[in-house]
């Protein structure tokens, strides 16, 4: 199975006007860098079985953009909130059966995902709002880190 893994692009900072983390949406800037990532994914040929994202506004709005260009409808679990622990969403991952999978989330979660999938303990990843790693992940067993992008990478390609 491919397990890409793509972090919510650049979302506004917690305000009086918008208080609850929960509902922090993309900035101008954060939609077009994701707009771009979009059509990058569509220049590489990532088409995921299932695109799921995290509740939370900002990773929703990430996956309704990226959806256009993949063509996967987004799905929400629970489990790519940010306090999730890793292993409850691998099990969510391997119960889907896909053969691909997009998750769309936050950090330090996604890295510690990552660090669970490839080793079981903690590595240190860094991936930037906007940025896209792969995970080839077996049926059992630890999977491999294919690469990490940045925005700027994903932008280069589109």
Known sequence: MEVYILRHGKAAPPSL???????????????????????????????????????????VQTAEVISKHVGAEVEIWEDLKPETIPDETLHTIRSTGADSIMLVGHEPH???????????????ISLKKGGLACVRLPVLGYGALRYILTPKQMGMMS
């Open 110 to 124: 996604l890295t510690g995902l990552i660090s669970h999938m490839t080793s079981g303990r903690p590595v240190q």
């Open 17 to 59: 006007r918008i208080p609850s983390d929960h509902d922090r949406p993309l900035t101008d800037v954060g939609r077009r860098e994701i707009t771009r990532t979009g059509r990058a994914l569509r220049h590489m040929g990532i088409r995921p079985d299932t695109l799921a994202s995290s509740p939370l506004l900002r990773a």
